[in-house]
């Protein structure tokens, strides 16, 4: 995205990627909120999903199936990489396949090293995902500001996605439906990586997919504390980084497409921004971050381990959630828009509060949200 946005305004751009297309792990889901934005995620000839339909289950509180408001689209990360890939070439951009060893300043720029020898930049943008051997650029986490994702790809056909919860585990299972397979994975923090795979082929088995049958894959997303966000190294002087490079994942649902894409837009557009070189950039391009969505993600961390692992009126939250989902459609209303991706976190309380009825709601809604609601009368 960041070199298409560069390319297509005349700038000299070379995109470095070791590997091109490659079936990256990741569901694979497109929201509504990005190809809104970015109609030519829906408006392609790639091969995608469009998923109308999805099952909420907790162990304990049954399950709810819901209608989508929008279709969310389901790729093949090579596929979809592909697509991104061949869109910043068509603009523009001279794309090597290269593996990048370090960054060194030089002067007011950068001497990059790759395997084939050095390139010289005035600066660079870095999408090197969670897993960043550079170690001079991209955010910088501990272990609590990180989650796993495990699961497998496996033959299969559904025509509906599937969450599982559990009680007193920080994150969820998925099934997604893709062109030719499925996507079938879990997501989490607080529990190690072994007991996450066990407790995935156990779901699998009783949902009739066979592990066995799949090929696995692991990694790691970033998942930032609250406070994390507000001291996250996302960029410096000369450099900015962009998607799991700079923490930009949805800490409660682990989604990060949405916001690689846009973070890849508004690097391009703080470098166009800057015409008397890129000595401010860094500056421009953290106020655009903070401007679209920082806060809203630190809030969403806030929340995450209230939503998953406490408990409300003894039982879990996702549980009471998929409970209110089959009582009242305006709750449902809102969890669709949370899967479009067009209900934010930080006015999620006044809108619930604003359309449901009740007094367990509301209190709900405090309670999850880390605030007193008092009512006069």
Request: glycine fraction near 12%; proline fraction near 4%.
């Amino acid at each position: 995205m960041a070199a298409a946005g560069l390319a297509a305004r005349g700038i000299e751009t070379i995109l470095l990627d070791e590997k091109l297309a490659w079936e990256k792990p990741c569901g694979g889901g497109i929201t509504y909120k990005a190809y809104r934005r970015y109609p030519f995620l829906l408006n392609n000839d790639t091969p995608k999903r469009k998923v109308m339909e999805t099952t909420l289950s907790e162990t304990r509180g049954g399950s709810v199936t819901m209608r989508l408001s929008q279709p969310l689209l389901i790729y093949s990360r090579y596929d979809l990489n592909r697509l991104l890939l061949d869109r910043a070439a068509a603009s523009g951009a001279r794309v090597e396949k290269d593996r990048v060893n370090a960054l060194e300043r030089s002067g007011e720029g950068w001497s990059i090293v790759t395997r084939s020898g050095r390139i010289h930049a005035d600066f660079v943008i870095v999408a090197t995902g969670a897993r960043n051997s550079l170690r001079n650029v991209g955010t910088e986490w501990s272990a609590s500001d990180t989650m796993y994702a495990l699961g497998y790809w496996v033959q299969g056909e559904r025509r509906k996605i599937d969450i599982q919860f559990f009680p007193n585990f920080e994150g969820y299972i998925w099934v997604f439906p893709r062109c030719g397979h499925l996507s079938v994975g879990i997501c989490g923090k607080g529990e190690p990586a072994a007991a996450m795979r066990k407790r995935l082929e156990r779901y699998m088995e009783e949902q009739g997919i066979s592990p066995k049958e799949g090929t696995f894959y692991g990694h790691t997303i970033p998942a930032l504390e609250k406070p994390s966000f507000f001291r996250n190294r996302m960029c410096g002087p000369g450099w900015l980084a962009v998607g799991d490079a700079a923490g930009l994942v949805d800490p409660v649902t682990g989604e990060g497409l949405y916001y690689a894409i846009r973070s890849g837009d508004l690097a391009a557009e703080a470098v166009l921004g800057q015409e008397d070189g890129a000595g401010e950039l860094h500056h421009a391009y953290r106020r655009l971050i903070h401007g679209e969505f920082l806060d809203d993600l630190a809030l969403g961390a806030g929340l995450a381990k209230r939503f998953f692992v406490q408990r409300f009126l003894f039982s879990s939250v996702p549980a009471r959630m998929i409970e209110f989902m089959r009582h009242s459609p305006r709750m449902t209303e809102i969890v669709q828009d949370l899967f479009a991706g067009t209900q934010g976190y930080t006015d999620l309380k006044k809108r619930l509060l604003d359309n449901l009825n009740g007094t367990m709601l509301e209190l709900f809604m405090g309670w999850m949200l880390g605030h007193r609601v008092v009512k006069e009368g």
